[in-house]
């Protein structure tokens, strides 16, 4: 029971894929990227202030790859954007139309 555990445990940390922002000077606001191996085109993005408080949070149904310049150039402007509103967005779909992302 014990190695069952211990084997389904390693699983789930292997299936879960993130990616997050690693920015060369602290910034009040950063970005995470998640996604599992098993639906690679539902991606979470997670938007964080300062104090790793969650501030606003986006599924996308697309493909985002972060390891392309303009996705993260993209998700560092949507930061910058929610740092000068300080305040909670409504807009539901911030990161889809700044991405063109195909759904």
Do not use: H
């Given at each position: 029971?014990?190695k069952?555990?211990?084997?389904?445990?390693a699983?789930?940390?292997?299936?879960?894929?993130?990616?997050?922002?690693?920015?060369s000077?602290?910034?009040p606001?950063?970005?995470?990227v998640?996604?599992?191996?098993?639906?690679p085109?539902?991606?979470?993005?997670?938007f964080?202030?300062?104090?790793?408080?969650?501030?606003?949070?986006?599924?996308?149904y697309?493909?985002?790859?972060?390891?392309?310049?303009?996705?993260?150039?993209?998700?560092?402007?949507?930061?910058?954007?929610?740092?000068?509103?300080?305040?909670?967005?409504?807009?539901?779909n911030l990161?889809?139309?700044?991405?063109?992302?195909?759904?």
């Amino acid at each position: 029971m014990k190695k069952l555990m211990i084997t389904l445990t390693a699983i789930a940390i292997y299936a879960t894929n993130t990616y997050a922002q690693t920015p060369s000077v602290p910034q009040p606001v950063s970005w995470v990227v998640e996604s599992t191996v098993y639906q690679p085109k539902i991606n979470t993005v997670k938007f964080y202030d300062n104090k790793s408080q969650l501030i606003y949070q986006e599924t996308i149904y697309g493909k985002l790859d972060v390891k392309k310049k303009y996705v993260r150039e993209a998700l560092n402007l949507a930061c910058e954007k929610l740092y000068a509103q300080r305040s909670d967005i409504k807009n539901a779909n911030l990161l889809g139309l700044a991405l063109s992302i195909k759904q």
